[in-house]
């Protein structure tokens, strides 16, 4: 059955993602180069050094000093994290770090998979879309009066970074 957009907004709603965007796309199914997955590794390298810019999002990750430089570094993906397609290769989506995101692979990536399954066989699909890089639920990002001494600390070795590759 073809979800309209409140149906789908309540399907994700009820998988814990009340606050994440979705948009409608008519799969356009699509040959996969045979070397897809060289280029994605790549590209997740690449998408991997624009972090620089989710400092804030990141904080909120609770991300040892190690996994949290080496994301920025773009050297490794820490435990329980994905990245994901926006809008999958084989439904004509890009090779491109626009089209990428990350998110925590339990539950979130976990429960995109069972909103997008849900979804299986209809002539257009909504698909997760949230409006930065990395989908932190709303309810996650937000710290208490007294600040965060994580956030803090981490916005100091972002600034820090970014001073050294000359993008402040």
């Keep these: 059955m073809q979800l309209n957009k409140s149906a789908a907004e309540k399907l994700i709603a009820d998988l814990g993602m009340d606050d994440m965007p979705i948009v409608q796309v008519r799969p356009c199914i699509t040959p996969v180069d045979s070397d897809w997955f060289a280029k994605y590794k ?21 991300l040892s000093q190690d996994e949290f430089m080496g994301l920025l570094t773009g050297r490794t993906v820490p435990p329980n994290l994905s990245i994901r397609f926006r809008v999958p290769l084989v439904w004509g ?29 209809n002539d257009a699909v909504w698909l997760p879309n949230p409006k930065k890089k990395i989908y932190l639920p ?14 803090d600390r981490l916005a100091q070795m972002a600034a820090q970074i970014a001073s050294e590759r000359g993008l402040d």
Excluded: W, Y
């Design 138 to 151: 709303v309810h996650t990002a937000t710290g208490g009066a007294g600040g965060n001494a994580t956030e």
């Design 42 to 62: 790549l590209l997740v390298r690449e998408f991997l050094g624009t972090l620089s810019d989710c400092v804030e999002e990141l904080a909120f990750m609770n």
């Design 93 to 121: 989506g890009d090779m491109t770090t626009a089209n990428l995101f990350m998110c925590r692979t339990f539950p979130h990536s976990h429960n995109m998979d069972k909103f997008i399954i849900a979804q299986s066989g």
